[in-house]
């Protein structure tokens, strides 16, 4: 008799550390989640804050207001800074290089047309308008 109890103790014993060790590979699987699922959240929320940048940057590049796409674009390329993507950086350093370009062109084109007003004007006899004073 006593070996029938021994032997259903040894069986009760071994399903108490099967069970044991179950539930300490559960507590160890419920904190390596909780520690690497915000991470991912973080990564996603980063990702989102990123590409709402872009989307930003080229609306306003498309809607010619070129100086909100050149901020635009440097808060996206500030964003990278901590990416390791090279490639995506130097696009951005690129497109706000051209952005500029497109900012001093449109500053020039403006003073010339200022200018040849400025000249059809006294071609023409008429007050300078860029001196005209108003009437008191």
Not at 51 to 71: M, Q, Y
Not at 85 to 113: G, M
């Amino acid at each position: 008799m006593m070996q029938k109890y021994s032997k259903q103790l040894k069986i009760l014993v071994i399903v108490l550390v099967s069970i044991i060790i179950i539930a300490g590979l559960a507590i160890s699987i419920v904190v390596v989640l909780r520690n690497v699922l915000p991470q991912q959240g973080d990564n996603a929320t980063q990702a989102s804050k990123i590409e709402t940048l872009r989307t930003s940057a080229a609306d306003d590049e498309n809607k010619g207001d070129t100086d909100a796409a050149i901020k635009a674009y440097k808060q996206l390329l500030s964003e990278l800074k901590s990416d390791n993507d090279a490639n995506a950086r130097a696009d951005i350093e690129a497109k706000i290089k051209q952005l500029e370009a497109i900012k001093a062109a449109d500053a020039a084109t403006a003073q010339q047309e200022a200018a040849d007003a400025k000249k059809r004007a006294a071609d023409a006899g008429a007050p300078d308008p860029t001196t005209e004073t108003l009437p008191q």
